[in-house]
């Protein structure tokens, strides 16, 4: 399993595996807002910072990473 952080960071918020990128990105898609998907995520045990879950659901990031839009509109 892959994670998302420099290598070497000790910050515990950096580090998430790419399975709570794409669940966070999954309830984000739902139509949540970005608040409702941190407290989804909360709900679960999985605690991210608000800048951290922002830069996973950017649309930018998501395009990036091969993803679809919220839209739906294929990257």
Request: glycine share 10%; net charge positive.
């Amino acid at each position: 399993m892959s994670s998302r952080c420099r290598p070497g960071a000790d910050n515990p918020m950096a580090r998430h595996s790419d399975q709570i990128v794409r669940r966070a990105r999954l309830i984000y898609a739902r139509g949540y807002t970005q608040q409702e998907t941190r407290q989804h995520l909360a709900d679960e045990g999985i605690e991210v910072d608000r800048y951290t879950l922002s830069g996973w659901l950017h649309w930018h990031s998501r395009v990036d990473a091969g993803g679809a839009l919220r839209e739906g509109v294929a990257a």
